[in-house]
C-alpha cells in the first residue's frame, strides 16, 4: 500500500526554524549532530542522502529499506524517497526512535508536527476563543462584531434548460430532532436562513453532522443545483498566489455571502 505524506515548512522572520539535533543508527554508539528544519506542515521525516550517509558510514544506499511512500510537497509535486530509515534521536538526555523517509535533496532534514511535539521542539495550543486584548481586534474592532458578511448580494442563474430538482425531506434521527430544532432556531435568528413556506423549483437535501463538541453542523447537499447553475467566467487566483497574502492568518468567518431576494 501507498502511504502519502505531507511536506512543507513553517518561516519566522524570513528564517526558517533549524534545531541541531543529535541522531544515531540503532545499531551503532556513535552521535551526529544533523540541523533539521522544524516543520509544523510535514506527516513524516525527511532526512536528505548526505545525512543519511554520514549517520550509516556507508557510502552508497545499498541495504536501506524500501520505502512506497510519497511525499508531496507544498506546491503539490510529488518527491519519491529513495528508502526509509529508523535513527535514534536523543534531546534532555531522552532518546526517542523516528522514523525518515531518505530522499536526493540538498536540503537539510526536517522533522514532522509530531516529531516537533514529541521532542518538545513545538507545543501547540488549541484556541478556542478570540482574545479581546488581541491588537489585531482592537483596530478593527466592527470586522468582529457578528457573523460578519460581505457587501452586496449573491445572485445565482440557472441553466432554464435543466429541469429543477426537488429533494424529498430525509429523515432525521429521533435522538438529534431536538438539538436540530435548536440549532435551526439559533440560525434563523441570527438571519442566516429563513423559512420558505411557498412552492419552490429547487430542493436540496440536508446534511447533518454532529461535531466532536456534541454540537450539530448544518449545511446542503446541492449537487444537482450545482449542476444547473451558470457561473461567471473569470481568472481565479491560484494557491500560489494566495498563501502569501494568507502569512500570518489566524482568523475566519462563514456565512459571509447573502443571497439576494430571487436567489
Known amino acids: 500500500m501507498n502511504l502519502e505524506f505531507l511536506i512543507g515548512n513553517i518561516e519566522c522572520n524570513n528564517t526558517v526554524s533549524t534545531v541541531s539535533l543529535q541522531l544515531r543508527k540503532p545499531t551503532h554508539k556513535e552521535w551526529h549532530t ?3 528544519h522544524l516543520d509544523t506542515g510535514a506527516t513524516c521525516n525527511v532526512m536528505n542522502r548526505k545525512d ?3 549517520i550509516t558510514g556507508r557510502r552508497d544506499l545499498r541495504g536501506i529499506t524500501t520505502s512506497r511512500a510519497r511525499l508531496r510537497l507544498y506546491d503539490g509535486s510529488i518527491m519519491r524517497p529513495l528508502g526509509s530509515c529508523t535513527m535514534i534521536a536523543r534531546r534532555n538526555d531522552v532518546e526517542y526512535p523516528l522514523m525518515f523517509q531518505v530522499v536526493d535533496s540538498p536540503q537539510k532534514s526536517l522533522l514532522s508536527v509530531r516529531s516537533c511535539q514529541d521532542l ?3 507545543t501547540i495550543h488549541p484556541v478556542s476563543s478570540l482574545s479581546s486584548c488581541d491588537p489585531l481586534i482592537l483596530k478593527y474592532d466592527d470586522v468582529f462584531q457578528g457573523i460578519g458578511c460581505f457587501n452586496g448580494d ?3 442563474i440557472t441553466n432554464q434548460s435543466i429541469k429543477p430538482v426537488q429533494h424529498t425531506p430525509r429523515r432525521v434521527p429521533l435522538h438529534i430532532r431536538s438539538a436540530l430544532k435548536t440549532k435551526l432556531d439559533e440560525l434563523m435568528s441570527l438571519n442566516i436562513i429563513k423559512p420558505v413556506t411557498e412552492p419552490t423549483e429547487w430542493i436540496s437535501s440536508l446534511v447533518i453532522v454532529k461535531k466532536k463538541s456534541g454540537q450539530l453542523r448544518i449545511c446542503i447537499d ?3 443545483l450545482n449542476r444547473a447553475l451558470q457561473r461567471p467566467i473569470y481568472a481565479m487566483p491560484i494557491l ?3 498563501l ?3 502569512a ?3 482568523y475566519s468567518q462563514f456565512w459571509m455571502l447573502r443571497m439576494d431576494s430571487f436567489t
Do not use: Q, T, W
Request: charged share 30%.
Open 222 to 224: 446541492p449537487k444537482d
Open 120 to 122: 518538545g521542539f513545538v
Open 154 to 156: 449573491l445572485h445565482l
Open 34 to 36: 544533523v540541523e533539521c
Open 244 to 246: 502569501p497574502r494568507l
Open 52 to 54: 543519511y550517509l554520514r
Open 240 to 242: 500560489e498566489e494566495i
Open 248 to 250: 500570518n492568518a489566524s
